[in-house]
């Protein structure tokens, strides 16, 4: 049976609790606010389904994508509204428009990150962008594999750890399953998100239940200077006026926190889904560095790096040529700014302190003190990196 003794050997896919004959497995938050697997050990029976289906135990090789590319959405209104170029909305209007299913992470009436599913394109626009909170599989693998049996296509969209458990769980090939993941460098603790925006509505008058929109790569100013947006309504008074609040990307205190890997999951900074080995059909990221690469991609409306990892990919990406421009790019120049494709998040080391204080501080001004030192040298650094891109040019 499923025991825990080291934490950064899960990944809190749910695979396990999913394939459990006697659903003797449930899934638990620890004091971090990350879920592990909890036996029941009078209802197990000893079958060993859950260690089989385990994404850390049973581990894919390593693989190397047979076409890498960057890639915009044509349509201008959808890549505006998607986080990078606008990959994913086409891939799931496909598979919608021929009757199949779509899986992905929207946010539920709470605000936590959950995987929800998707049968018209209406639905869609849910899973659109960025979300940085793990998310709960809850029971989308046994829904999945209830849509494949009865022949529908489904396009499963995840992080390649939940990719990985999904392959596991099904421990069969279907032809009809897409998987693409998310290229990430890790998934932030969804209590420290929740305790975030709660100490935010206590500061600003309103409940979490008043929020109505949230959005970790808003566009406004730009894909290159991202911001952090979330509209809330006031519990009280203001006669219903939605109000809005804009930040940096990388001045909002969440977002610093994330970044700086102060509250990832354990298992993000041992990933055993690198290197493509999550056994997805495409992955899918920003295209970081597009500017050096291919600049007539580049009009800071959101570029994306795609990786095709099988013939399904292939042909799926097809699918969707004539409603992208793409280019096809060298893989090793693809990966130069995203390093996260093949390693894993080093651990803060103020990770510990952090989850120490958690819930005993202000969590925005907790992640301010933890973060300040490490954060001005990262932005040091890229700002040395700006000037010599400047000095290059201006030589030219």
């Known amino acids: 049976?499923?025991?825990?003794?080291?934490?950064?050997?899960?990944?809190?896919?749910?695979?396990?609790?999913?394939?459990?004959?006697?659903?003797?497995?449930?899934?638990?938050?620890?004091?971090?606010?990350?879920?592990?697997?909890?036996?029941?050990?009078?209802?197990?029976?000893?079958?060993?389904?859950?260690?089989?289906?385990?994404?850390?135990?049973?581990?894919?090789?390593?693989?190397?994508?047979?076409?890498?590319?960057?890639?915009?959405?044509?349509?201008?209104?959808?890549?505006?509204?998607?986080?990078?170029?606008?990959?994913?909305?086409?891939?799931?209007?496909?598979?919608?428009?021929?009757?199949?299913?779509?899986?992905?992470?929207?946010?539920?009436?709470?605000?936590?990150?959950?995987?929800?599913?998707?049968?018209?394109?209406?639905?869609?626009?849910?899973?659109?962008?960025?979300?940085?909170?793990?998310?709960?599989?809850?029971?989308?693998?046994?829904?999945?594999?209830?849509?494949?049996?009865?022949?529908?296509?489904?396009?499963?969209?995840?992080?390649?750890?939940?990719?990985?458990?999904?392959?596991?769980?099904?421990?069969?090939?279907?032809?009809?399953?897409?998987?693409?993941?998310?290229?990430?460098?890790?998934?932030?603790?969804?209590?420290?998100f929740n305790a975030y925006l709660c100490e935010e509505g206590e500061r600003a008058g309103f409940d979490v239940k008043d929020i109505r929109h949230i959005n970790f790569r808003d566009k406004r100013e730009g894909w290159h200077a991202s911001s952090f947006v979330y509209s809330y309504v006031v519990a009280s008074g203001d006669e219903g006026k939605v109000h809005t609040k804009v930040e940096n990307l990388y001045q909002n205190l969440y977002c610093k926190g994330f970044i700086l890997d102060l509250y990832l999951r354990p298992s993000c900074h041992d990933c055993p889904s690198k290197r493509f080995k999550s056994g997805s059909d495409i992955s899918i990221a920003d295209l970081w560095g597009v500017e050096d690469i291919t600049p007539e991609l580049d009009d800071n409306r959101g570029t994306s790096l795609i990786f095709i990892n099988s013939e399904v990919g292939d042909r799926c990406f097809e699918s969707i040529a004539k409603e992208i421009t793409f280019k096809e790019i060298p893989f090793v120049e693809a990966i130069k700014g995203n390093p996260q494709i093949n390693s894993s998040a080093i651990e803060s080391k103020n990770r510990k302190a952090f989850f120490q204080l958690f819930r005993k501080e202000d969590t925005a001004a907790l992640i301010h003190k933890l973060t300040k030192a490490s954060f001005k040298k990262k932005v040091q650094r890229r700002v040395k990196i700006a000037v010599k891109k400047i000095k290059k040019i201006v030589k030219i």
């Open 1 to 192: 049976m499923i025991h825990i003794v080291d934490k950064s050997a899960c990944v809190g896919c749910n695979g396990c609790a999913s394939v459990c004959p006697t659903q003797c497995i449930e899934l638990k938050a620890d004091e971090e606010g990350f879920s592990y697997p909890v036996v029941d050990v009078v209802k197990c029976i000893d079958c060993g389904l859950c260690e089989r289906v385990c994404p850390v135990l049973v581990q894919e090789g390593e693989r190397v994508p047979l076409h890498t590319y960057a890639a915009v959405n044509n349509d201008n209104e959808v890549r505006v509204k998607s986080s990078s170029g606008g990959i994913f909305y086409p891939l799931a209007v496909s598979v919608i428009a021929d009757g199949g299913v779509v899986f992905g992470a929207v946010f539920n009436d709470k605000w936590r990150v959950v995987h929800t599913h998707a049968q018209c394109i209406d639905e869609l626009y849910r899973m659109r962008g960025s979300k940085y909170s793990q998310s709960e599989i809850g029971e989308c693998y046994k829904l999945a594999k209830k849509f494949l049996s009865e022949g529908r296509r489904v396009l499963f969209t995840a992080t390649p750890c939940q990719i990985a458990g999904l392959r596991r769980y099904l421990r069969k090939e279907y032809t009809n399953l897409i998987c693409v993941d998310i290229i990430c460098h890790g998934v932030p603790s969804p209590a420290v």
